[in-house]
């Protein structure tokens, strides 16, 4: 079935370090493909889409392309600051069903 | 625009208790959904709904229920409480199934 899988964390990085947070999918077709982020105590909120190959969705100052070859959508960040600590969420729109599937979340803690 | 509303924010159950689950969206989305998210896990969808008086199950719909009389609301039913259920339950709503899905604050529950 369709499924994702999300790089395992938690990530501690130093403030203005690059991020990387891999992403790799199973599904049927050509979804969709999101990042959600999750705030500390909040709900989940878009950080970014992709919805056919090689389209690059961007917010914020990070960035993610659709990859079919390798059906993947890696988010990157070149410099992160404290704010961006969080839980971030890939995606992928199960096509047949309706339904975006969540992968597990990657924590990411951002250290002055 | 209050967006998408839960209430209550906690609620702590007794076992075989019964409670209600309010989820409002002042957005005219047709799509909505309930998500539970366990400590350190992604997120399961429960049950989803793409328009007024029409739901189905998603990935864990047993004991749970689920009704969508109106485009704004999406009350979920949660039928003799266990400790299984405890956990961080949200809604989200979204134009089309594609589309961004917006989240609502979530309601902490703990069944004892």
């Known amino acids: 079935g369709d499924s994702v899988t999300q790089m395992e964390g938690p990530v501690t990085l130093s403030e203005e370090a690059c991020l990387t947070i891999?992403?790799?999918?199973?599904?049927?077709?050509?979804?969709?493909l999101f990042w959600y982020v999750q705030y500390p105590g909040e709900g989940l909120q878009l950080l970014l889409k992709?919805?056919?190959?090689?389209d690059k969705g961007s917010n914020k100052g990070f960035e993610a392309t659709y990859r079919k070859e390798t059906t993947s959508f890696h988010l990157e960040k070149g410099s992160v600051q404290v704010s961006d600590s969080a839980v971030y969420f890939c995606?992928?729109?199960?096509?047949?069903?309706?339904?975006?599937?969540f992968g597990p979340g990657t924590s990411l803690s951002v250290i002055p | 625009n209050a967006g998408v509303t839960q209430t209550p924010k906690f609620r702590i159950l007794k076992i075989g208790q019964s409670m209600t689950l309010q989820c409002t969206q002042d957005?005219?989305?047709?799509?909505m959904y309930w998500y539970r998210q366990d400590p350190g896990m992604g997120l399961k969808l429960i049950y989803y709904?793409?328009?007024?008086?029409?739901?189905d199950k998603g990935e864990v719909p047993n004991g749970y229920n689920v009704s969508r009389s109106t485009t704004e609301d999406f009350p979920l039913r949660l039928e003799l409480a266990a400790p299984s259920q405890t956990s961080v339950y949200f809604c989200?709503?979204?134009?089309?199934?594609?589309?961004?899905?917006?989240f609502g604050p979530g309601t902490r529950l703990t069944v004892l």
């Open positions: 989200a709503s979204s134009w089309e199934r594609e589309y961004e899905q917006f």
């Open positions: 891999n992403c790799t999918y199973t599904a049927t077709g050509y979804p969709s």
């Open positions: 992709a919805t056919k190959a090689d």
């Open positions: 995606a992928p729109m199960k096509t047949s069903y309706d339904k975006v599937i």
């Open positions: 957005m005219n989305h047709n799509y």
């Open positions: 709904s793409v328009g007024a008086g029409i739901t």
